[in-house]
């Protein structure tokens, strides 16, 4: 697949990349040069809601979570 450089480096990736990935409006790429090439990456944000059901049930105190979610950032869908 052909993109063409447009105008301050800019390419507009086809649709039918941005579905198979799932790629929306705002999602973030990492870019990088592999073997001379220019590769682009999805970045990858892992929420609770990924992790949900992956070690089973954990109990927690509400202020182990305060108190974690005072040293992290917190991403809302």
Do not use: F
Request: negative net charge; charged residues 35%; glycine residues 10%.
């Amino acid at each position: 697949m052909e993109v063409i450089l447009r105008e301050k480096g800019r390419i507009t990736i086809p649709a039918s990349i941005r579905q198979a990935l799932g790629l929306r409006v705002g999602d973030e790429l990492e870019i990088s040069i592999e073997r001379g090439g220019i590769v682009l990456r999805p970045k990858r944000r892992v929420s609770a809601d990924d992790l949900k059901g992956i070690i089973g049930p954990i109990e927690v105190d509400l202020e182990e979570i305060e108190e974690a979610a005072g040293r992290v950032e917190i991403h809302r869908l």
